[in-house]
């Protein structure tokens, strides 16, 4: 054997004993690294041996460093004290086997040191909802009410205005942002009166819930309709409300959700009289209580929400409009943030449609998304996202064409749970169908079922969208959620793939040094921008602030090994 042979059996050798769990105390010590998120410093914990090792390794118990340290020295003095050249060479090298674990182990505490760090700078620098803090607004007579302007299965939303007084009570100019993608300093200022039912005249919306049997008391409707208060402001309730406990059918509720761009704000939640609004007799006369509706089933009180008004629904908005590429990877981008930010908080959605994703326009046009609608949503205690299913009668969510796989075919017993952390990303994969300007695949009448389709059956997406766009919307859309990414990965995929394309070329999905690179640099531009001023495009300074502040080693590492995978696929494709 050769002494390059044997070198090269020595490294494998030391690898090999690493990642083969015969120094099971070194792997021990590699996943107590990564347990602790690879905190910087040395390790305090020591390399036991294995009771099968010959008494003569015992210094295995020193670090992985030491022990490099220790074989590499030994081989040398084996140099000059006998020995095949063979045994010589192989003991040497798997010293530097070893050694070579070390280092990557020490690449990796201090890339997520540097992950750390950046998500520490940019978690302070949180969304902030737009609207300061008033004490008006907890009536139905508060508010100015026009036309409708929605309608769905459990309430009617119309466009609002407040009639507080704007020096003291009402909304300032900065609590209103831009509805329009060219007008923004008009738009910003608080409307004094109404002159006509236009978009400019009402920047609220006002939601109607429908009651059916919650009764008519307050206590009683905020209990039943719990969901819909999760994305509540801490202001939203009167101060002697947020007293009520809040337990809706799938537990008690969470605290309410920290404002994010792409999720719902309720500025106000009360309960009033049900009103004869505009529409109501010809629309939803059977749900109108008895004393407007002499057949209606509905009683007298209900949930009022208060909250931003928008131009369109997303559905709307693409009937009439095809986002270019490069606005269509934002806006799936968008969902799967809304997603990641409601699976933190521990809130599964499990209604997610294009109905349910509301739109408006940044200064520079771009489409940006909110998440609206959590009547239906899982907000439980725990956060854990899992519902226990032992029996036909617990609801599942809505919207059964859009329902994971996982969900929609489960079937109840005893100690059954169904597992929703990645069920509304795999929606928002269906979803991105319908933003490329193609039909979801899995609606009614296009011959796909979430129940049974496989993923070979998923049709094409056009060949303008992007490669790194397809191959996220395929991973979204596996059947299995073990082998689906969560929506923080999939995000992390999008976002290097529109900004970090360069740090990924001639990329090794173990070393991170220059993507740690990129991310610092990446760091530097954000912040410089936000300290000019504004940067223009408003929806792609979000999405990088987001994915700064939710940065995470292993989740980056699994996107950019996600990432590379594709790229080893559609080069084995073209070949």
Known sequence: ?????????????????????????????????RADRFRVGPSVRTVQPQAFLPSRYRYYRTSLKGLAAQLQSAGFRRRFGGGSPRNRAVFLAFGLGVGLIEQQLEDDRKSAATCQEIQAVFSKKRFQSPLKPIISGYKLEDYIIGNQIGKGSNAAVYEAAAQFTPQKESISEKSLPAVQPKDDEEERETPRSVACCSFRGFPLAIKMMWNFGAGSSSEAILKS?????????????????????LDGHFGVLPKSLS????VIRVYRAFTADVPLLPGAQEEYPDVLPSRLNPDGLGNNRTLFLVMKNYPCTLRQYLEV?????????????????????????????????????????????????????????????????????????????????????????????????????????????????EIFNQQNPFYRGTGLESRS???????????????????????????????????????NMLNLSLWGRKALANQDSVGMKKLTNWLLCQSAVVLLKGCSGPSGNKVEAELQRSFLANLD??????????????????????A
């Not at 766009?469 to 990414?485: A, E, F, N, T």
């Open 225 to 245: 309709m719990s969901q819909e208060l999760v994305p509540a402001g801490p202001l939203a309730l009167k101060q002697e409300k947020e007293q009520i406990t």
């Open 321 to 433: 409009t095809s986002p270019s590429r490069r606005q269509g990877s934002l806006m799936v981008l968008q969902l799967l943030e809304a997603v990641d930010h409601l699976c933190r908080q521990g809130v599964a959605h499990r209604d997610l449609k294009s109905d349910n994703v509301l739109l408006e326009f940044d200064s520079d046009g771009c489409p940006r998304l909110v998440i609206t609608d959590f009547g239906c949503c899982l907000a439980q205690s725990d956060s854990s996202l899992q519902l226990p299913f032992n029996s036909m009668w617990v609801n599942r969510g809505g919207n059964a064409s859009l329902m994971a796989p996982e969900v929609c075919t489960a079937v109840p017993g005893d100690g059954v749970v169904i597992d929703y952390s990645k069920s509304d990303a795999w929606a928002v994969g269906a979803i991105s169908y």
């Open 553 to 574: 080693l292993e989740d980056l590492r699994t996107a950019v090994c996600f990432l590379l995978y594709g790229q080893c696929q559609a080069c084995i494709l073209s």
């Open 453 to 491: 389709y496989q993923e070979k059956q998923l049709p094409p997406l056009p060949s303008s969208v992007p490669a790194d766009v397809q191959l996220v919307i395929r991973l979204l859309l596996r059947r299995s959620p073990d082998k689906r990414p969560s929506a923080r990965v999939a995000a």
């Open 1 to 33: 054997m050769s002494v390059k042979q044997a070198l090269t059996r020595g490294l494998e050798l030391g690898r090999s004993v690493f990642q083969l769990g015969l120094l099971k105390s070194g792997g021990r010590v590699a996943a107590k690294l």
């Open 259 to 262: 404002a994010h761009p792409n």
